[in-house]
């Protein structure tokens, strides 16, 4: 199979309708993918700090907007837990965990509808990781290097238990430490 990531000029940039209707609903369907760009990945749980899944060789990076943002298509489960207050959910009793590693994707934007038409297809949401358990960072991590990480989750209407993310890692930017006692912002210097 051609690798399409090293084509002159190429620029993987889908909409939003395009992500949900040629790439999560295939994925979900089990069709083929017209570009086998996205591959799956575990982005939640207790060993899933976004600086560590996504430094490895199989991640496909993309340039982003400026040098030191770049941006990554994944596919992911979701994994269903009772209510609590780390979680942030759907409707009900039960909730998606968005916990990972020393912190965990902090729902910023509610669900924006993704229309076709006058027909519902999906949603999207916007998250941002943010830190709060210092102590689970590991002593070789600088707080001031694992930059800012931000996550489009894609979800089709009545199959919310897989999504197709885009994650973009900003370098020049800082990420988020909430203080786990109080749930106070602290500010990195």
Request: net charge positive; glycine share 8%; with cysteine.
């Amino acid at each position: 199979m051609v690798n399409i990531w090293f084509v002159p000029g190429f620029k993987f940039d889908p909409s939003d309708k395009q992500l949900l209707n040629f790439y999560l609903k295939a994925k979900v369907l089990g069709e083929k993918l017209p570009i086998d760009c996205i591959k799956e990945k575990e982005i939640y749980g207790p060993r899933a700090n976004p600086w560590e899944i996504f430094n490895d060789s199989s991640t496909q990076w993309i340039t982003g907007k400026h040098e030191l943002e770049k941006v990554v298509y994944i596919f992911a489960s979701l994994t269903k837990i009772a209510a609590n207050k780390e979680s942030s959910g759907i409707q009900g009793n039960e909730h998606n965990v968005r916990k990972a590693g020393c912190g965990m994707w902090h729902d910023e934007t509610g669900r924006s509808p993704i229309m076709e038409g006058k027909n519902l297809i999906g949603h999207k949401r916007m998250l941002v990781f943010q830190i709060n358990d210092i102590n689970g960072l590991g002593d070789e991590v600088c707080l001031n290097k694992v930059g800012y990480w931000k996550m489009h989750e894609y979800f089709l209407h009545g199959f919310e238990n897989y999504v197709l993310c885009r994650i973009t890692f900003d370098g020049s930017k800082k990420t988020k430490v909430i203080k786990a006692d109080s749930g106070t912002l602290l500010e990195l210097i």
